[in-house]
C-alpha cells in the first residue's frame, strides 16, 4: 500500500526558475515530513522537514508548504540552479518511530 | 564526525548465495534503519534497530535479516538471493530522542547485482 503519493515523476525547470514538486499521505497518524534530496551514487540527503503544527517553513530557496487538511505537502525551490539537479523524496514518519516511509521520488533537471 | 559509512559499496552474487552487508553509524547514533532503494518499487523499509533489538520490520520476507552490535555497528543478511533483490541497499543512523523528531542520515549504500 503506497502512503505517501508523489508527483511528477520527472521535472525539466529552466535556471532561475521554481521547480514544485507535490506529495499527499493517507496516514493520519503521521506528524513528520522531510525532504530527502539524492544524487546518483550518493544516498539521500534531508533538505528540510516540517511538523503539521505550522503550513510553511523556509530555509534559504526550499521551502515547505502543508495543507492538513488536504493531507498534502509539497517543496518549492525558488531561483532553480543546475546543481540542484537530482532526485527529490518527500517521506513521512510517525514521532518516536524510525520508520519513513517515501514518496516515489521526482527526478529534477534544471536546464540553462 | 564521519558519516555513516557502509561495505562492501558493491556486491556482485548469483541466484541462491547469501550475502552479509555492513553499516557503521555515525558516532553516538543508536538507531540504526536499513532500505532497499529499486527502480520500480523505490525506497523502502526493511527494519530497524536500537540497543541490539530489532523495533520495527517491514514488509520483506524472512529472507532479509539483521542484527546491530554493542557499538552499534548493524548487519543486514538476505539469504537464498533472488534476482529481484538486485538493488541498493542503504542504512541510515540517528540518535534518539524522546522530545523532538530525530534526523536521519544515510549512507551511500550498497549495490547488490544478483545474477
Known amino acids: 500500500q503506497q502512503q505517501v503519493k508523489q508527483s511528477p515523476q520527472s521535472l525539466i525547470v529552466q535556471k532561475g526558475g521554481i521547480s514544485i514538486i507535490n506529495c499527499a499521505y493517507e496516514?493520519?497518524?503521521?506528524?513528520?515530513f522531510p525532504w530527502y534530496q539524492q544524487f546518483p551514487g550518493k544516498g539521500p540527503a534531508l533538505l528540510i522537514a516540517?511538523?503539521?503544527?505550522?503550513s510553511e517553513k523556509k530555509e534559504g530557496r526550499f521551502t515547505i508548504s502543508f495543507n492538513k487538511s488536504a493531507k498534502q505537502f509539497s517543496l518549492h525551490i525558488m531561483d532553480s540552479q543546475p546543481g540542484d539537479s537530482a532526485t527529490y523524496f518527500c517521506?513521512?514518519?510517525?514521532?518516536?518511530?524510525?520508520?519513513?516511509?517515501f514518496g516515489t521520488g521526482t527526478r529534477l533537471t534544471i536546464i540553462p | 564526525k564521519a558519516g555513516v559509512t557502509q561495505t562492501p559499496r558493491y556486491l556482485i552474487k548469483t541466484r541462491g548465495q547469501q550475502v552479509t552487508l555492513s553499516c557503521s553509524p555515525i558516532s553516538g547514533h543508536r538507531s540504526v534503519s536499513w532500505y532497499q532503494q529499486t527502480p520500480g518499487q523505490g525506497l523502502q523499509f526493511l527494519f530497524e534497530?536500537?540497543?541490539?533489538?530489532?523495533?520495527n520490520k517491514g514488509n520483506f520476507p524472512g529472507r532479509f535479516s539483521g542484527r546491530q552490535f554493542s557499538n552499534s555497528r548493524s548487519e543486514m543478511n538476505v539469504s537464498t538471493l533472488e534476482l529481484g533483490d538486485s538493488a541498493l541497499y542503504l542504512c541510515a543512523s540517528s540518535q534518539i530522542s524522546t522530545t523532538t523528531y530525530n534526523e536521519q542520515f544515510f549512507g551511500p549504500g550498497t549495490r547488490l547485482t544478483v545474477l
Open positions: 517521506a513521512a514518519k510517525n514521532f518516536g518511530n524510525e520508520k519513513l516511509t
Open positions: 496516514n493520519t497518524a503521521f506528524d513528520y
Open positions: 516540517i511538523r503539521p503544527d505550522v
Open positions: 534497530y536500537f540497543s541490539e533489538t530489532q523495533r
